[in-house]
């Protein structure tokens, strides 16, 4: 039933899963640019999972969730599709962009340190991440939950960024800012060692099992 | 054992805010067509979403062929086929990728049936949903439904902004449907002369109340509406009562045995054959006595 919930998400959602092509677009310009390297390839594996995440809300948008819900399928099974879904679109979208820094002609980047085990570990880290965060909300909400969050999210950064002129604190909105960056690199560099990759697997697979967990509850009860 | 229904719903409730669905019960039994008839927002669509799972009743029992709907969902909801009033469907999708989305869901899917409707509903497959006519969506859907060797038709208003032509032929198939395979249908509708055609079991709900559940021959030839004045009417037994309306010359009843409305009346009033119509307008209207 897996597969069936798998190949319908794929078959209907194909036309909009191209829509990551223009994407793919920008990150082949950014194959010349020496500092692109490593962040475009897992920037794209997190959009890839991003965009699969969203993708399955444009079934409220048409009114499609009473039909999937009237096929002989468990609800449960629907919602793991579509993690498996996302999880697949941001795993492939990082690989289609390794390949190319590999292959194009003009990339100024090293194609084996795209290819690190490390580097996908990341990517593969941060599209969990987001899959584990948006996927109850796509759920419970739809496609305007994602909207009100991912604006909301906007909206919170503005007014941190006003309130810091204000206050004359802009230094420290940048120290939080630099370290999410931080953050990011030294787990990048950690991921090449055998504990943080252990503890980071740790902490993304108890995420995403209790946001699958969370999902699966908010789409059993859901009256469509 | 074979069950004896193909649908069974015993004391279904179902709360809303300003709305509930009280205690339902009525059966559909096998090989048989059920009709639901009601007033909008009486709560027909809200007994087939419950039938089909899509909204978690709060009390209650609900059996398809003795298996409860939501224990043996998947079992259940692959001898199901199901139209709803708005098909909801993809809208940039053609129709064939749908099927090939869709059919795979279903161990005895036909794509040979599914093909041989579309071409007997002229549905362009090739097209994308989104460019269908509201009748080319609702054949669609049907065409889904019935290609799947479903037990059990469930349709909510399947016949709304389909042409009187496609109707009759609808309603042709749906008898077929029954006679030739065995299948149970209940369906929903606005249009008594549908049902009046092809129902079994017609079971009429207003305000989230089952007000009667009976066969079509009990209904339409043991009811009976009474037109005279009112103080002839109101002779009558108020058990038979089950509606009634005044209009500029008397009253019109509507009564449950319209063999002891003749012995009371005699030739003071009149007593008619009702038809569904009558009875969805005196059982809705303002001026109901009683139930």
Not at chain 1, 44 to 70: N, P, V
Not at chain 2, 172 to 194: C, N, P, V
Not at chain 2, 207 to 236: H, K, N, P
């Amino acid at each position: 039933m897996l597969r069936n919930a798998l190949r319908k998400d794929l078959l209907l959602n194909a036309r909009h899963l191209w829509g990551i092509l223009p994407w793919f677009v920008w990150v082949a310009y950014a194959m010349s640019e020496p500092d692109a390297g490593r962040i475009t390839a897992v920037g794209a594996g997190f959009i890839g999972s991003l965009m699969a995440t969203t993708i399955a809300a444009r079934e409220d948008k048409l009114r499609t969730s009473a039909t999937l819900a009237s096929l002989p399928v468990r609800r449960r099974t629907l919602v793991q599709a579509r993690y498996v879904v996302a999880c697949v679109v941001g795993t492939a979208t990082y690989l289609v962009v390794a390949a190319m820094a590999a292959v194009l002609p003009w990339s100024v980047q090293r194609a084996a340190e795209l290819f690190e085990v490390k580097t996908l570990l990341l990517t593969l880290t941060l599209a969990s991440m987001v899959i584990a965060l948006l996927m109850p909300l796509v759920i419970r909400f739809g496609l305007l939950g994602v909207v009100v969050f991912l604006g909301a999210f906007q909206v919170l950064g503005v007014v941190l960024f006003v309130a810091a002129d204000f206050f004359a604190a802009r230094s420290g909105v940048r120290h939080v800012f630099g370290a999410v960056e931080r953050g990011i690199v030294s787990l990048h560099a950690g991921l090449g060692q055998p504990g943080p990759i252990v503890e980071t697997a740790v902490i993304v697979g108890i995420s995403t099992w209790l946001s699958f967990r969370l999902s699966v509850f908010l789409a059993e009860r859901r009256d469509l | 054992m074979t069950p004896e229904y193909a649908l069974e719903l015993r004391g279904v409730r179902k709360t809303y805010r300003g709305f509930a669905l009280k205690d339902v019960s009525f059966t559909v039994p096998r090989g048989h067509i059920g009709g639901l008839i009601g007033p909008n927002g009486s709560g027909k669509t809200t007994i087939i979403k419950l039938i089909m799972n899509l909204i978690r009743r709060e009390a209650g029992e609900i059996r398809v062929f003795g298996l409860d709907n939501r224990k043996a969902e998947v079992e259940v909801k692959s001898r199901i086929g199901f139209v709803y009033d708005v098909p909801g469907f993809w809208d940039d999708q053609s129709l064939d990728s749908q099927r090939r989305a869709l059919g795979a869901f279903y161990p005895r899917w036909s794509d040979e049936t599914f093909y041989r409707l579309a071409r007997e509903f002229a549905l362009p497959l090739d097209k994308k949903y989104k460019a269908l006519s509201h009748g080319a969506k609702t054949k669609f859907a049907l065409a889904m439904a019935l290609s799947h060797g479903a037990d059990l038709l469930i349709m909510d208003e399947p016949t709304a902004g389909l042409d009187p032509v496609f109707r009759r032929e609808l309603l042709k198939r749906l008898s077929a449907l029954l006679q030739d395979e065995g299948k149970s249908i209940l369906f929903s509708t606005h249009i008594t002369s549908d049902l009046e055609r092809v129902a079994d079991v017609i079971t009429f709900i207003r305000g989230g109340d089952i007000v009667f559940s009976l066969t079509r021959d009990e209904l339409l030839d043991g009811w009976a509406v009474v037109r005279g004045e009112e103080q002839v009417i109101r002779e009558l037994d108020p058990r038979l009562l089950k509606g009634m309306r005044h209009g500029a010359f008397g009253a019109e009843a509507l009564v449950s045995d319209g063999g002891a409305a003749r012995r009371v009346v005699g030739s003071r009033a009149v007593v008619d054959r009702v038809t569904l119509d009558e009875v969805m307008v005196l059982m809705a209207g303002e001026n109901r006595h009683a139930a």
